[in-house]
């Protein structure tokens, strides 16, 4: 079955803006539901499929998440996400349709939290807890989002955009007892809002190379599309399985590798809060974990302690966020006799559309395209190409790109096939190979970095006249930020001042976006029309001699 088109008439959704600022149908990918377990009914919500139907398959006794202030079982994660519920309805007033921001650390509670916003007919926002209030009021702006819950730990910069915008007005903390008293008032029980399978779900933002914020929307059925895919055919997940990873649940990734797949398949979780090497590795060895997920950065960096610690229980290491190098394949394969999974997916897709496992892996290639969707490489005339030469890769299959209310959906979808911006080979077998990014992203670390966003946050310092950011090759990280500086009249161009401006973009937009490289200069390069042309700074870089910050 092959539907391209709006969503059916029904939804459960009173606040209607997510729905209303669809793109239009034309714009749409052409979406392929060919396979028997992605067609799902028309009323559909995906938390009563994730965990109201577990407990009521008998696995509420099961244990659904680890961490290190307890575990909960099916039933303890149903009651608190029920209880969280009726709090956001009647607390909070929260309807069907509304953003509800949810901001915290990987816990228990945040994936309590999502559930309950679902489970209300709401529309999950989750964010990186590393966001500043810049970034969170761009967001709240473009989402329309008045409703939030949030680690108090974490407040702060809500309530700084709460206060500079008109937005994020209803909120409310957990861990200081504000909402565990109101859970306590609410009743354990929550009648699930029917919602349609076509109805918004979540928002997930991803970054454009502007810096401009883009809202990807995905429905009650992407949710389960992802982990009736990835997790049913890539992973082969069951329910002695015991999952674990870095990534943020604001991330895609890590909403459906710690989150939709081991509770689709009624396996268990591990919430760690502070990902760090040692965290990593502890938890793997404590709760016998079977599947690792993380980006290459962090697999070179475990590779170094992974042989003082017993992972006799780890059978799958999954890899995604930027291309796994051949050498950090091979490396931790010699480390730990498990070859990395390496993952293609996009927030626009929402997760993993191209991967391979076992004996399928070919390291250095990215694999082939997962059950349900199929890929090409586009040239210049946006027809595909044959194997062997490079070009955009381009897919289609059960989930694609609709961004809200945004002029770029053009620029992603062609003629039906979503185009991520990365350029690729196909060999004679139809393996991807990786070639270069097509855009001007910079991925560090498994971190996509708008590099005008960090240029804008230099701009603001008093010193900095001019600047142009770029990403260089870094073994470590695969790509650092790099900028590119031209100081005022008078400013010294010293290791002091270029530590300033670290500290300083900080403090403005996101630690992680911060540039580990800074260089200073008498000119950028122009063009006659004014423009900077970087790519003679990628060139310069190569031999330049930049202060570097080698902290993590």
Known sequence: MTVAGYPGIYTAHVDR????????????PLFVFNRPEVRYPERLNCASVLLDAAVAEGCGGHTAIHSDSGSWSYAELLEHANRIANVLVTDLGVVAGNRVLLRGFNSPMLVACWLAVVK?????????????????????????????????RLIDEVLTTKHQTDWLSRTMTWGNGALESAMRRSSPQFMNVATSRDDVCLLAFTSGTTGEPKATVHFHRDVLVMADIVARHLLQTAPDDVYAGTPPLGFTFGLGALLAFPLRFRAATVM???????????????????????????????????????????????????????????????????RIIDGLG???????????????????????????????????????????????????????CRYLADKRQREYVINGWNVTGD????????????QARADDMIVSAGYNIAGPEVEAALMAHKAVREVAVIGVPDELRG????AFVVLEPGAPGTPELAHELQEFVKTTIAAYKYPRAIEFIANLPKTATGKTQRFLLKQQSAVAQPRKEQSP
Request: overall charge neutral; hydrophobic content about 45%; proline content about 8%.
């Open 423 to 434: 350029t690729y080979v196909v060999d004679d077998d139809g393996y991807f190979w990786f």
């Open 346 to 400: 996009a927030t626009e897709m929402i997760h993993i559309f191209i991967s391979a496992r076992g004996a399928d892996i070919r390291p250095g290639a990215t694999g082939k395209p997962l059950p349900g969707y199929e890929a090409v490489t586009l040239g210049d005339d946006a027809r595909p190409l044959p194997a062997g030469q490079p070009g955009r890769l381009a897919v289609r299959g059960p989930t694609g």
């Open 479 to 482: 790509q650092i930020v790099k």
């Open 272 to 338: 760690i809060e502070q990902p760090s090497v040692d965290a990593v590795l502890a938890a793997v060895e404590r709760y016998r974990v079977t599947s690792l997920f993380t980006a290459p950065t962090m697999y070179r960096s475990l590779m170094r302690s992974a042989g003082q610690h017993h992972l006799s229980a780890l059978r799958l290491s999954v890899s995604a966020g930027e291309p796994l190098p051949k050498a950090t394949s091979d490396a931790w394969n010699d480390a730990t006799g498990i």
């Open 120 to 152: 209300a007919g709401a529309i999950a926002v989750a964010t990186m807890p590393l966001l500043r209030a810049k970034e969170l009021a761009q967001i709240a702006q473009k989402a329309r989002i008045d409703h939030a819950l949030c680690d108090a």
């Open 17 to 28: 803006f997510a729905r209303d600022n669809l793109p239009p149908p034309e714009q749409w």
